[in-house]
C-alpha cells in the first residue's frame, strides 16, 4: 500500500476512535452515561477477543456492545434503533484540533497514517465523513493481523505497512492502553488528554508517554523539536 516512505521522515500514527473521531459525538449528552459504557464495553471486548485468539472485526465488537449496553441499561433498542445507532457511529465529528494539526503535519512532510481496531473500509468511511479523509498517506487497520490493540503485533504490522522504523514512529492517541502498547513495542508515543476529567489518569503501569497534551494543537511541531533534541534520533 505505502511501500518505503522516506526512511528519515517522522511517520505519524494517529489512533482514530477516541482520538481523531469523538465517539460521545454519537449521542446527546443526556445519554452520556449510555455512550461511556458502549466505548468501555466495545474495548473490553476487544481485549478479550484478542487475549482469547478469537478475532472478530472491530464492528462486531461495536455491536455487541451496544446490545450490552442497551440490555444494561434496560433501553430495549429495537432492531432499526441498533441499525440507526451503528450507522451514527460511521458519521461521527473529528474533535476541533484535529484539521489544523493535521495540515500542520502535512506542509513539514511528516508521514501522516490512520491507525486503528476499525476495519479499513469502516475508517475510510468515517474519516471521509468527518472531512479529513485525505489528510492521510494511508489506514493501517489491524483486521489484516486479526489481532486488536495493544498486541505486539498490530504495532509490528504498522511499522511495516507504513514503511517506517520505531525510532521514527509515534503513535497519537488518547488510549492509555494503546500509549502503553506503543511504548513497549518501541515506538514513541503521544498520549492525548482527552478526558475533559483533569485527574484522568494514565494506567500505573511505570511505562510513560513520550509526550502528554491535552490538545493536538502545534502537536507536529512539538515532535519534530523532540526529534532535534541532542541524542534524540
Ligand atoms: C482505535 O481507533 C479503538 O480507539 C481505538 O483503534
Sequence with gaps: MHGRQNDLAITLAFDVYGTLIDTHGVI???ANEFSHVWREKQLEYSFRRGLM????????????ALDYASA????SL????KEELLNAYQVLPAFDDVQEALDQAGKAGLNIFAFSNGSEEAVEILLMNAGIRNC???IVSVDAVRSFKPSPSVYSYLLRKAGAYNSNT???SSNSFDVIGAISSGMRAVWVRRSPDPDALLDPWGIEPTITVNSLSNLPEQIILFGSRPGES
Design 28 to 30: 446527546e449528552t443526556k
Design 53 to 64: 485468539q478469537n478475532y472478530e472485526n472491530f464492528s462486531v465488537c461495536t455491536s455487541q
Design 72 to 75: 444494561y441499561f434496560d433501553a
Design 78 to 81: 429495537g432492531r432499526q434503533d
Design 136 to 138: 492521510f498517506h494511508g
Design 170 to 172: 509515534w503513535l497519537v
